[in-house]
């Protein structure tokens, strides 16, 4: 009977055991050639949260990562993923973000791969509505965090210390980190003369150490298995057309799928939300993305990536204007947003393509918050210029 018991136990232990032994060298030799590219638009969390696939990818020149949060999930005929493979351009988008990857997740994720990020080409998409006035939250944060990053932030060596420290009080402020016993002490150590915490710190490291390597080997494993494919649409109509004939095309198909709302909202979205729309009006009069703590967390990314030497391309979404004025969010705490993040980031050397006169542009946007069939058609443009070493015209798309 005893035995009846113990011997999945025991077998389930020995396995564990014989997986944790195998080197990781020989779990890298069983992953397929093609995993990378598999998980380009596979929008996995678990590639998002990892490093192996992103190190691989970043090493590939045929890659042009794009960082961005939710709307890089809206994968129609225009979206850079499918528009690129489609035309048969020289190099393939890799997309690294979902809902609630914000600036701090985005940190995490570029100081794991400062090494291979010199003198690369990346495309990173900016959504006003992470300019709250309080910034990112638990809600944003939690689900989208990676504790392989941040212990491997604990350990990372490359980083400006200034840098360092201004983003580990930031990071302390939330659960997954202050919560953690050995890196929440690794953290303060960082930031703190105190040399009972420092003397604590030094004694967990080897643990901490330990642990991060056992998250490696994960990460490992949920490579070699793989992710799901996203569905994408793909449409031989963009094929040999004038940028002027796409942003045509994409008012034509958007124009078919919003026909049940002002907004340019498309049906599916607009009926998910019809109940609650006269509740609504006016609810947001006073709001501002002017100011918030997110313009420090972003500071943040932009001097990593300076310190890195890559060459970004940030795109600039605007809002939904007719909706945003229809919730009585004023127009000034949308201006007070586009205008400082494009100083902002100019102010470091790096290019922006501002959308921001787009507001009020039917089919530019999706729904009340994403990018949609137009604005791709645009962002692709810009997308293309950057990678040819163009420069970066926004205007030159016009829709009949």
């Known amino acids: 009977m005893k035995k009846a018991v113990f011997s999945p136990i025991i077998l389930a232990f020995l396995v564990m055991v014989i997986l944790v032994v195998i080197p990781n060298k020989w779990i890298e030799s069983m992953i397929p050639k093609s995993r990378v590219t598999q998980a380009a638009t596979e929008l996995n969390p678990f590639m998002f949260q ?19 949060s939710s709307e890089l999930a809206r994968l129609d005929r225009f979206h850079p993923a499918n528009y690129f493979k489609e035309t ?68 990372n060596k490359r980083i400006d210390p200034t840098i360092k420290r201004k983003a580990i009080h930031r990071l302390l402020k939330f659960s997954p980190i202050k919560n953690d016993p050995l890196l929440s002490i690794m953290y303060k150590a960082e ?59 994409a008012n034509h198909y958007g124009k078919r799928r919003s026909t049940n709302n002002q907004f340019y909202v498309t049906n599916g979205q607009y009926n998910k939300i019809r109940k609650m729309v006269p509740s609504l009006k006016d609810k947001k009069s006073g709001a501002s993305y002017g100011k918030s703590p997110e313009y420090n967390d972003f500071q943040l990314v ?3 990536l300076k310190q890195s030497g890559a060459e970004p391309l940030f795109i600039s979404v605007p809002v939904n204007g007719k909706w945003y004025d229809y ?36 089919y530019f946007m999706k729904d009340t918050i994403h990018i949609g069939w137009k604005g791709w058609v645009y962002t692709d443009k810009v997308i293309k210029d950057f990678y040819e070493g163009k420069k970066i015209d926004v205007e030159v798309v016009r829709a009949r």
């Open 50 to 68: 990892g490093k192996y696939v992103q190190q691989k990818m970043l090493e590939d020149q045929q890659f042009l990562p794009i960082y961005g």
């Open 88 to 155: 048969g351009e020289n190099f393939t988008p890799f997309l690294i973000g979902r809902g609630g990857t914000e600036s701090l997740i985005h940190l995490l994720n570029f100081s794991e791969h400062t090494s291979k990020l010199k003198g690369k080409k990346i495309v990173f998409v900016l959504s006003p509505q992470w300019f709250q006035p309080n910034g990112t939250d638990e809600s944003h944060f939690v689900p989208n965090y990676s504790s392989l990053q941040g212990y491997d932030f604990a350990f």
């Open 191 to 249: 930031i703190t003369d105190n040399l009972w915490t420092k003397r604590k710190a030094a004694l967990v490291r080897p643990i901490a150490f330990a642990y991060r390597e056992l998250m490696v080997k994960k990460d490992l494993y949920y490579t070699l298995v793989g992710g799901i494919p996203h569905k994408r649409e793909f449409s031989s109509k963009v094929r040999n057309k004038t940028w002027e004939e796409l942003a045509d095309q």
């Open 302 to 304: 932009l001097d990593l």
């Open 327 to 362: 919730t009585g969010f004023p127009k000034e705490g949308r201006t007070a947003y586009y205008d400082r993040i494009k100083k902002q980031i100019e102010s470091e050397g790096f290019q922006i393509a501002d959308f921001s006169n787009h507001e009020y542009d039917p």
